[in-house]
């Protein structure tokens, strides 16, 4: 979770979050998506990432910074239920995936494209 860190505190872009365009291009899709978000409120997307289907990716905003950023794991039979990973699957995901997560996280904290 280390290599997240860096994004904890920068500013989300909404245009970007709602182009699902380029989010599909990046391999993701948002879940859920407050509009106009509260004050304090979170992002959910999902992707396949690290060999696992469904990752979900929620992120916690502030502000419309970054407070805080969770791994899960979507349930393919119940798409509420979202259970955590194992530092291995997290690993894998980083290992495997980790530049696809980053041109993500990266693209929905740009303030201009």
Do not use: W
């Not at 502000?63 to 349930?75: A, D, H, T």
């Amino acid at each position: 979770m280390e290599r997240v860190k860096k994004y904890i505190g920068l500013a989300v872009n909404l245009d970007h979050i709602k182009d699902a365009g380029c989010l599909k291009d990046l391999g993701f899709t948002c879940r859920y998506l407050p509009d106009p978000p509260e004050d304090f409120d979170e992002f959910e997307f999902a992707a396949d990432l690290g060999g696992l289907r469904n990752v979900g990716l929620m992120v916690t905003i502030e502000l419309m910074v970054i407070k805080r950023i969770f791994f899960g794991l979507i349930s393919p039979d119940n798409p509420d239920i979202v259970s955590g990973l194992t530092e291995v699957q997290v690993q894998d995901i980083f290992d495997q995936s980790g530049d696809t997560l980053f041109r993500f996280l990266d693209y929905i904290t740009e303030q201009s494209r």
